[in-house]
Every structure is written in structure tokens, then in C-alpha cells.
């Protein structure tokens, strides 16, 4: 593993999966810890996609304590707006790969509801939903324990495409986002939200990932959407394999 700050941005490289894995849920655990201690429990904001697949099927193996999860909390940083059940739906993949694998209370899973009214009624909903749990007035923003981004080729993250409308959202939770034909419309927390955050963390793997992934280490391309993330707290983590990395410091 290196780890490396030069850019100003503190970067994980692996070579091995199972030690990234290892990395990242000992980052998880040390965060939860921490939140539990803060308030009482831990929330979570998880990323949709299929890097973090691996992981989350991880977490299941790793503490497997009802007082744990009992503790926890999970909400959704993006969702796609098709029923829980279809193959896009980031609640479906999450509740498979690690939902229903660990005893977590049901009032603790925190879906972005898809399946009523329209999207930006979904938008409204969750954005509601996280006032409520965080007990925030207007003009604040929940403070997630933690929240996990991947980065798409585009520059992408959570739901925040680039020139998309929802990246000058600067006063809402959530927004809606609405997609060419080809893509499904989308519910995502906002730019403010997720850097109102104490710990981000970026995971990103895979050769197509480097040439972007370059461009946001660089800060070579400051208006990308995974370029805008700053937590006010202090800098993301990104946790990468060597793939995603090829580009980075040539
Ligand atoms: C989603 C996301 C999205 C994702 C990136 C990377 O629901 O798709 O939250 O921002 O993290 O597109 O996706 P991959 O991990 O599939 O490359």
C-alpha cells in the first residue's frame, strides 16, 4: 500500500484486494466507533455502482454483532428511479450484497423510495426523511458519519453529472436528476450534503477509472463533479487499486 499526499489529496494504492478490502473496513469500523461515541450510533451514506460491491460483501463477514448494527444507520447517497426489484436499483443490490446479511433493524435501512409519485416527489421525500433523522432546520445539513463515493470515466459521483443542473443546488438535501432516454432518472444527496460529512472516502478500481482518476488527484479539472467534493471536515480519502492509480504521479 502507498499512501501518498503530494497532491494535497491523501490516496491509498493496492495492489492486493483482500488488504484494500481490509483497509477499508478498518477505516469503517474506526469511523463507526467514533460516531457511536459522538451521538450514540453511526450513519451511513453508501454509493450504488458496481465497485463497491466487493465491500459491502466484506462487511458482513467483518462484525457481525446485532449491538453493532443495532447502532448503525444506512441511507442511500443515490438511487435510480425504478422499482426496488429492478437490476438498476442500487436498494436491491445493496439489500443483497449486504442488507440482508447482517442483523440491522429495518427501521434503520434508510432506502430512497421509488415506488410513488414522481421523481422529484422522491427527491422531496428523502430529502424530508433526512431532516427529520438529523434534526436539521433550514439552511443545515445532516453531518453523515461517513460517505462512500465512486467516481464514474465522466467524472461523476453520487448522482452529480457534469454541467448537471444538481451541482448548483446549493440550499437542498436531495435532487432530482433527470437523465437522457438511454439512463434512468435519478434521486441524489447534493454537493452541500455530502460535504457537510466528517469522513469521505472515493473507492475507485479498474484501468478505465485512470485517466480520470489522474485528472481529480491533479486538480487538473476543478469543475468535475468528484473534483468538487471538499468535506468541510477535511480532505477525502481515495482508496485505490493499482489499475485506477497507472496515471497518477507519472
Ligand atoms: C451509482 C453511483 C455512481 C457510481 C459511479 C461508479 O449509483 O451508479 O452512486 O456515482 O458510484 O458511477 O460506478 P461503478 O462503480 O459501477 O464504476
Redesign the pocket.
Known sequence: MISNSKSGKTVSIFDDENQMLKFLVEKWEDIAHKGIERRGFFTVGL??????IVFYRKLDEWENKSSFWKKTHVFL????FVPYDNEDS?YRMLRETLLEKIPIPKENIHPITTEKGSLEDSAKEYEEALKSFFKVSKGQFPNFDLIL?????DG?????FPGGKALSEHHRLTAAVVLDEKRHD?I?LTLPVINHAEHVIFF???A??APVLRNIIAGDNPSLPASLVQPESGKPLFVIDREAGSQLYA
Open positions: 454509493s450504488g455502482g458496481k465497485t463497491p447517497v443515490d438511487e435510480r442500487n463515493l465512486g467516481i464514474g470515466e461523476h459521483t453520487a448522482s452529480l435519478r441524489t475507485v478500481t479498474g478505465n477509472k
